[in-house]
């Protein structure tokens, strides 16, 4: 396997890869035959007491004391990891890279550890744990490393001053830099910068390199980035045939260059989005003035992929992400319309919805987001009014705030790029005139800026906002039709402008004043997101307001809690693990960071990396927990202990919480229904149980329906409280061998049932569930013992067979068309398997069997499961992050899992 290294602090939950050990290696001197000529010395370049020259090997050193002639030995062979000068120190096949004992893995993989991105180069690393045990080491830390497909390891790399950051990627490598500060973007640390506002080499805050020859046009950008890494996507070739390409501008290396793989075909007109390390586009118009349809392309340094359904046809796109996640998209109907939309990517439906809509001249659109998390779609402003939109997103919501604005009258139009600025304002200049302004968003005002005027004889100048230094970037042509491409790095703080630019007067300029309107000299900022407490709605950035951000002690009395990140009582100033994360914060490259991924939670849009976003969790500190998901929906359980059986139920969430909601004696088979307000269960184990009871937890009563014959399993098909209900049920045929389905209409308050005869083509019936109009069951046919198959009926009575690859499937569930089921697993045990995860073998890692298994409306997977121990345990699978994680352990088993939304 293949893997990059990351530069993060290794983490518990990382891919552990063993470390393989060279093996000592010893000459057998026994295994000759002094007499025997065919055993050559020369042959074997080991030193024979025979030999009377005293020169075993041939090559003219005389070995007088008859020991091993170590010249003839060859170079001795270092492990991977070991200190070296050049190549020859690290024997055949390997490699001296910074002096460090590596091998070329490009073709194959590591034999001796993990294959990583070594200043461009693939080489093997060794393989750590938690520590790095190489002889004559010091320099080294275990660090996390990542592959290409997302795999993680963790590998033992130079790191001179132990800040968990490799030498290869350390921005300071001599001096202990955790955070990895870097203000101005140019690839110098904070700590170690003789500027660390201003970009390396800029002069009056504006860093130029290029040229580089480019000659493609119409290529798409992103409108923002956060620093690094920016792509050029697509465009026309010189020929004006569209390409595929994907080049990418590198800020620190000042580079330019084609990226290896290529888009899944040539487009303009993409639309371009930041998404956490990388970018996602629109599909592209592939003719000119075609709509956008297809699928989204997600691209970064790694990968090109092709993920879910882009729904929406529109034309000239834009789209951006909020701090919370959520992908914004504005566009027009049609190539010529004037009406204009803006939708938001629902994750849960997996489409975009509208939010707002206008009409308007038609006029260029452009993204921006602002340091409080805010996202905004700004046009130009055309006519003599000068008027233009501003339509503001904010984090957490759906709905926007749709404003126009009198944009500055001096030119026609008026063609604005804005970028935030620290504190809630956002920094404006015309793109063609280079007229600076600041606008205040909340009281809708312009302030003239004119020390900060740009003045640009280029052309074709394109501008990509850079958040966090606040800067920007600027690539334009030095002459129409040129195909060189010049870049300029602008940097706001190292304008000569920047520090007499000062409105509150508390001598912190505007351009790095996280309050500029308010007075605040210590520039205190608790949740670390560029707003300063004293103007910041949120101070711990937990997503409670201050005012609301508060618990009440045992008396009853208020405890403020707005600047206590992880909400566990300790304010930030005394708590000693801010994100309680498991890092102290003394030695946390980021202390609120709670999912160690390099990204501050404060524009991380995942904090827990649960594969949720933060706005759709709660905001009462529980997104920290990556059980705690949104719209999770409620979980029942059979608890089987030595004094009998009973059923447990809880929201999802509050699992670890469960209570007993029924009184039943021998329970088998919850079923939920209503959002849990109703729960059935078979009344003693199928095959023998004759009754069931339907318990409507809201009215607190219960009533037990007898069958009168065995029932296999029992599902509801139709609840109409308080008057009927329907069920399906497995049942016995006259007390034969032969099972039958049935339904069975049930009237609240009258315990007569009526069976009506519905499906009885196989004689062997066996686990049934119903949802949404299908029907589930397995069955074998006339004649065929242990070769049962699962089974659908879509409406009639006509059954189909699934067609899986499981050897005797029970158990079957159904929820949302998802399937999950248990067979024969390869090591003799019964483990899960559901359509939603593929079908094959699933199941938690180091379980044997499988009592139990439910997919959810969130296509993740709940289980109960075997473990080591022989008890049955919950399990979780968290399909957006691909893990498995114990949901709820006990002494008792805890078998026969029913989920509902």
């Given amino acids: 396997m293949v893997f990059r290294y990351l530069g993060a602090r290794a983490a518990t939950i990382c891919s552990i890869v063993s470390i393989c050990f060279l093996s000592g290696c010893s000459l057998d001197f026994d295994q000759f035959d002094e007499s025997d000529p065919s055993q050559s010395n020369n042959e074997n370049n080991v030193n024979n007491v025979s030999d009377m020259t005293n020169d075993v090997g041939g090559d003219g050193i005389v070995d007088p004391d008859m020991d091993v002639d170590m010249v003839d030995m060859g170079p001795t062979e270092l492990p991977i990891g070991a200190d070296c000068t050049d190549d020859a120190d690290c024997g055949e096949g390997k490699v001296c890279a910074d002096g460090y004992c590596s091998a070329d893995c490009a073709a194959a993989e590591c034999e001796e550890g993990v294959c990583i991105e070594w200043n461009g180069e693939l080489r093997c690393a060794a393989a750590c744990e938690t520590g790095c045990d190489i002889e004559g080491r010091t320099d080294l830390s275990c660090l996390e490393a990542v592959g290409p497909d997302g795999m993680r390891a963790s590998a033992c790399l130079t790191d001179e001053d132990q800040d968990a950051t490799s030498d290869l990627l350390d921005n300071c490598p001599g001096m202990a830099n955790l955070d990895q500060e870097d203000l101005d973007a140019d690839g110098v640390g904070d700590l170690c910068d003789t500027n ?10 504006r860093a130029d390199f290029g040229p580089f020859t480019f000659g493609t046009s119409e290529f798409s950008l992103p409108d923002y980035a956060v620093r690094g890494r920016i792509p050029l996507v697509g465009g026309r070739d010189a020929a004006g045939e569209l390409v595929d390409e994907v080049w990418w501008l590198d800020l620190n290396a000042q580079t330019l260059e084609m990226g290896a793989q290529s888009l899944p075909y040539p487009s303009v007109d993409f639309g371009v989005a930041h998404n956490g390390n990388g970018f996602v586009l629109t599909p592209g118009a592939t003719i000119d003035d075609d709509f956008q349809e297809g699928r989204f392309i997600v691209i970064n340094a790694r ?25 914004w998209l504005h566009g027009f109907d049609d190539p010529t319309t004037t009406r204009w939309r803006v939708f938001y990517f ?3 439906r997996q489409e975009f919805v509208q939010s707002t809509t206008g009409t308007g001249n038609r006029r260029a659109w452009y993204a921006a987001t602002d340091s409080t998390g805010r996202g905004y779609f700004y046009s130009q402003g055309r006519n003599l009014t000068q008027s233009g939109y501003l339509i503001q997103m904010e984090p957490g919501n759906t709905s926007v705030n749709l404003r126009g604005i009198d944009l500055p009258d001096v030119t026609d139009p008026f063609d604005p790029i804005m970028i935030p600025g620290p504190g809630d304002t956002l920094w404006l200049w015309e793109r063609q005139t280079g007229q600076a302004w600041v606008y205040d968003f909340p009281n809708n005002d312009f302030t003239r800026a004119i020390d900060f005027d740009l003045l640009d004889t280029s052309v074709d100048r394109r501008y990509v906002s850079l958040h966090g230094g606040p800067g920007f970037v600027v690539l334009s042509r030095p002459a129409a039709d040129s195909d060189e491409l010049n870049v300029s790095i602008v940097s706001l703080p190292c304008l000569t402008a920047a520090n007499s630019f000062n409105r509150d007067g508390d001598s912190i300029p505007d351009v790095r004043d996280n309050c500029p309107i308010d007075d605040n000299e210590g520039q205190d900022a608790t949740d670390d997101d560029l707003l300063g407490d004293v103007c910041d709605p949120d101070d711990d950035g937990d997503e409670i307001s201050d005012g609301a951000d508060v618990i009440q002690d045992m008396m009853g009395n208020d405890i403020d809690l707005s600047q206590d990140s992880d909400n566990d009582g300790e304010p930030n100033t005394t708590d000693t693990d801010d994100d309680n994360d498991g890092i102290p914060d003394a ?7 709670t999912d160690n991924d390099n990204a501050r939670n404060a524009y991380d849009i995942d904090d827990d990396e649960d594969g949720y976003f933060d706005s759709l969790e709660g905001v009462d500190g529980s997104r920290q927990d990556q059980l705690q998901i949104p719209n999770a929906g409620f979980i029942s359980f059979v608890r089987e202990t030595a004094n009998g059986r009973t059923v447990e139920l809880a929201e999802f969430n509050l699992v670890r919480e469960a209570t007993q909601p029924l009184t039943a004696t021998d329970p088998h088979q919850p079923r939920l229904w209503s959002g849990a307000q109703y729960v ?6 199928p095959d023998t149980a004759t009754s069931l009871t339907w318990t409507d937890r809201l009215m607190g009563t219960s009533l037990t329906y007898d069958i009168g014959v065995p029932i296999r399993a029992a599902d509801p098909s139709a609840v109409n409280p308080p008057e009927l209900a329907q069920f399906f049920v497995t049942t016995a045929i006259d007390q034969t061998s032969d099972w039958k389905i049935s339904v069975v209409d049930l009237t609240f308050g009258d315990t007569t049932v009526m069976l009506q005869d519905y499906y009885t083509r196989l004689p062997q019936l066996g686990g049934l569930d119903y949802d949404q109009g299908r029907l589930l069951f397995d069955g074998a046919q006339n004649g065929c013992t ?6 659908t009926i879509d409406g009639g009575t006509f059954a189909t067979r699934v067609n ?5 499937p029970s158990n079957a569930r159904l929820k949302y068309s998802r399937y999950a089921w248990i067979g024969d697993a390869e090591d003799g045990g019964r483990t899960s398997f559901s359509s939603v995860l593929g079908f094959g073998e699933h199941a938690p890692p180091g379980v044997t069997d499988v009592n139990s298994a439910i997919a959810t409306i969130n296509n993740d997977l709940i289980v109960s499961a075997q473990d080591a ?12 992050v691909d893990e498995w994680f114990l949901l709820l352990e006990s002494d008792d088993n805890l078998i026969e899992v029913d989920w509902t939304d």
Wanted: aromatic residues 10%; charged residues 25%; negative net charge.
């Fill in 196 to 205: 660390r506002v201003c970009y390396a080499g800029a002069d009056n805050g």
């Fill in 303 to 327: 990968e090109i992929a092709v993920e879910r359904s882009f729904q929406r046809t529109v034309s000239d796109p834009t789209m951006l992400r909020t701090s919370d996640g959520r992908l």
């Fill in 346 to 348: 629902d994750e849960e």
């Fill in 587 to 593: 030695a946390d490259r980021y202390a609120l960071d």
């Fill in 680 to 685: 059935m269960t078979l009344d003693g184990p």
């Fill in 786 to 791: 242990n070769c049962s198959d699962l089974w």
């Fill in 804 to 808: 899986i690859e499981t050897s005797n």
């Fill in 869 to 880: 121990s022989g008890t049955y345990n919950l399990y979780f699978y968290n399909s957006r």
